[in-house]
């Protein structure tokens, strides 16, 4: 298997069919990918789906997405804010600064 990821950031792609009773709810729905990692024991990538009909993201492997051949923009789904965060070193825990 390739360890290029095989679909782009903002591609539009549809959930099509998985093993997985968890990704039932979202079958045949459409979403964009907003985040990828590749998973290195699994030897498979995992995609960050943001489901149009559901509003919220969804972790989902490769070979459950379909392509659409459409894509959005980055500006569809993030508005430019940021906030700033200071993690303690020691236990990791992150906390906002204002």
Same mark, same amino acid.
């Given at each position: 298997m390739s360890t290029s990821a095989g679909f782009d950031f903002y591609e539009i792609v549809r959930i099509g069919k998985s093993n997985s009773a968890e990704l039932s709810e979202i079958v045949g729905q459409e979403g964009a990918v907003l985040g990828r990692s590749y998973d290195e024991i699994e030897k498979q990538w995992w995609y960050a789906i943001f489901v149009m009909k559901h509003q919220e993201c969804w972790h989902v492997?490769?070979?459950s997405l379909e392509r659409t051949g459409r894509f959005s923009? @980055?500006?569809e789904f993030y508005d430019g804010s940021s906030i700033r965060v200071s993690v303690d070193p020691e236990t990791g825990e992150? @906390?906002?600064v204002d």
């Open positions: 492997p490769e070979q923009k @980055r500006e992150g @906390r906002i």
